[in-house]
């Protein structure tokens, strides 16, 4: 099975701060790779696929790169919306596998 | 709008079983491979299995800590995917949630229901 690590594990950001998540794959998953948010008793919403494509509806300031093993997510300026836990998601090959999450929350 | 909306949860002793059904609106949904995935109780996610569309014979994928134990079905006619759920463990408590997958990842997921597995 793939795993999949974020970092960190959590931060604290304030409102206009540009933020960024890691996500690590380990072994390479070429582009196959999602981005999620969930805000606590809600679904996760879907931001990002194929590593760096923006879902449709999904603001511009959220963006995503990398491709093999490391990948990166970045909120270009921090909203009070954007307060959640963001995961990641292989999708390369089964099973797929969700990396353990990274809570955003404010300083 | 795609909606999936879960019902079918509940409590449940340990042994028991449970099927969830999942509704889905606002797509062609036999064009589409389907999911479930679910969330322990202050956990992260994880992917339960798939079920692809007709024209890939409806076959399904399974983690590991389900196989065997839950079978993915769907109804293309009813718009409808299912989770039977089977040999129930108290580790299998979580909110299930149905997603759909729009080239191969989940692009769209249910509010979910909660399944409690307790004595």
């Known amino acids: 099975d793939i795993q999949m690590t974020q970092s960190p594990s959590s931060l604290s950001a304030s409102v206009g701060d540009r933020v960024t998540i890691t996500c690590r794959a380990s072994?390479?998953?070429?582009?196959?790779l999602a981005w999620f948010q969930q805000k606590p008793g809600k679904a996760p919403k879907s931001l990002i696929y194929?590593?760096?494509s923006l879902q449709s509806g999904v603001a511009s300031k959220f963006s995503g790169s990398g491709s093999g093993t490391d990948f990166t997510l970045t909120i270009s300026s921090l909203q009070p919306e954007d307060f959640a836990t963001y995961y990641c998601?292989?999708?390369?090959?089964?099973?797929?596998?969700f990396g353990p999450g990274t809570k955003v929350d404010i300083k | 709008e795609v909606q999936l909306v879960e019902s079918g949860g509940g409590l449940v002793q340990p042994g028991g079983s449970l099927r969830l059904s999942c509704a889905a609106s606002?797509?062609?949904?036999?064009?589409?491979?389907m999911d479930w995935a679910r969330q322990a109780p202050g956990k992260g996610l994880e992917w339960v299995g798939r079920?692809?569309?007709?024209?890939?014979?409806?076959?399904?994928e399974y983690a590991a800590s389900v196989r065997g134990r839950f079978i993915i079905s769907r109804d293309d006619s009813m718009m409808s995917l299912y989770l039977q759920m089977n040999s129930l463990k108290t580790e299998d408590t979580a909110v299930y949630f149905c997603?759909?997958?729009?080239?191969?990842?989940?692009?769209?997921w249910g509010q979910g229901t909660l399944v409690t597995v307790s004595s």
């Open positions: 997603a759909r997958s729009g080239n191969y990842y989940l692009d769209s």
């Open positions: 606002g797509f062609t949904f036999s064009d589409h491979y």
């Open positions: 079920i692809r569309k007709k024209a890939n014979g409806y076959t399904t």
């Open positions: 072994q390479g998953i070429g582009n196959s």
């Open positions: 194929a590593a760096s």
């Open positions: 998601q292989q999708y390369n090959s089964y099973p797929i596998t």
